[in-house]
Nanobody, 122 residues
Framework: EVQLVESGGGSVQAGGSLRLSCAAS????????IGWFRQAPGKEREGVAC??????????YYEDSVKGRFAISGDNARNSIYLQMNNLKPDDTAVYYC?????????????WGQGTQVTVSS
């Protein structure tokens, strides 16, 4: 059974930091691009950060509003990825989801975690 389990969410004041973790199981971790999405109330889910299939290559993507504040990293040995979030702003308030994706033989494989709430107060 494929599972992505997030942890590390919580409530902080603006300017604070949080570190989200995502533990993956049930699939070959190294075959997937892994990333974080978020969804704020009344808004569509948006991509926040992503790390490429080869974590060690360090190929990453960040949504413009989090560049310089968020950092994504991964640990192949632990089948886990992390999102370090610094200088948090109220606009970062959302449910954060871990996501795994690969495309193989013309088919897309998408897996989602259950989400973890991040609340930033001003």
């Amino acid at each position: 059974e494929v599972q992505l389990v997030e942890s590390g969410g919580g409530s902080v004041q603006a300017g604070g930091s949080l570190r989200l973790s995502c533990a993956a199981s049930g699939f070959i971790f190294g075959e997937y691009a892994i990333g974080w999405f978020r969804q704020a109330p009344g808004k569509e889910r948006e991509g926040v950060a992503c790390i490429g299939i080869n974590i060690n290559a360090g190929i990453t993507y960040y949504e413009d509003s989090v560049k310089g504040r968020f950092a994504i990293s991964g640990d192949n040995a632990r089948n886990s990825i992390y999102l370090q979030m610094n200088n948090l702003k109220p606009d970062d308030t959302a449910v954060y989801y871990c996501h795994a994706y690969k495309r193989a033989w013309g088919k897309d494989y998408n897996y989602w975690g259950q989400g973890t709430q991040v609340t930033v107060s001003s």
